[in-house]
């Protein structure tokens, strides 16, 4: 999966890592800032989705793509696609154009709206959240109804943003629904998997 990443998806994930990193230096405002997963984060993502058992994927939060591109090489690997969600709609725009300059657009569908409020049926194997931290409890409460028997469902920045984020850290950690784990990668990786 590493190993043969396409020029088209490397170049793509280039420039927004670079992006990425003029943001967080030159003062742009937060909203407008890409704020997207460091690369080890992503290819933990990927070999994650592509261990899910079968089935559906959703992302909460978009940005302008970068680990959705992470996510689509674990797709391809596991014959799956990927539902992600951004509720800006400039952000939304950036997405869709980095979904189609990487050419990942089989595997990736950007749905613009909010996630929380849109009433999507369906069982999902795997689900990544990195979105407003205000929106994360939320989010598990429409997710972890969906979530199949064995599904994964991570969420970014339990590390980083451990204080705005403990109240949905303790509501995961108490669901005896789920078996959860925080992984020291990145910024915090909340881990979670639906028991049967």
């Known amino acids: 999966m590493f190993h ?3 020029d088209s ?4 994930m280039a420039d927004l890592e670079g992006r990425d990193a003029r943001d967080r230096a030159d003062g742009t405002p937060r909203l407008e800032r890409l704020r997207q997963v460091p690369r080890d984060t992503g290819r933990f993502l990927a070999l994650t989705i592509a261990s899910a058992p079968p089935g559906p994927a959703v992302e909460v939060g978009t940005s302008a793509g970068y680990s959705a591109l992470w996510l689509a090489l674990g797709c391809r690997a596991s014959r799956r696609r990927l539902t992600t969600y951004e509720i800006l709609p400039a952000k939304a725009a ?4 980095t979904f189609a300059a990487a050419g990942v657009e089989d595997v990736v569908d950007l749905v613009e709206g909010d996630f929380v409020l849109l009433d999507e049926p369906g069982a999902v194997a795997f689900a990544f959240v990195d979105a407003e931290k205000d929106v994360y409890l939320a989010a598990y409460e429409r997710l972890i ?10 969420a970014d920045n339990v590390l980083s943003h451990a204080e705005e ?3 949905f850290v303790a509501r995961v ?15 915090g990786v909340l881990l979670a998997r639906r028991l049967p």
């Open 4 to 6: 043969d990443i396409p």
């Open 9 to 12: 998806i490397t170049t793509v």
């Open 94 to 97: 950036l997405a869709r154009a």
């Open 145 to 154: 109804g969906r979530l199949q028997p064995g599904a994964l469902l991570l």
């Open 165 to 167: 984020l403990a109240d």
């Open 173 to 187: 950690d108490g669901d005896p629904r789920v078996d959860a784990v925080t992984v020291p990668i990145g910024k």
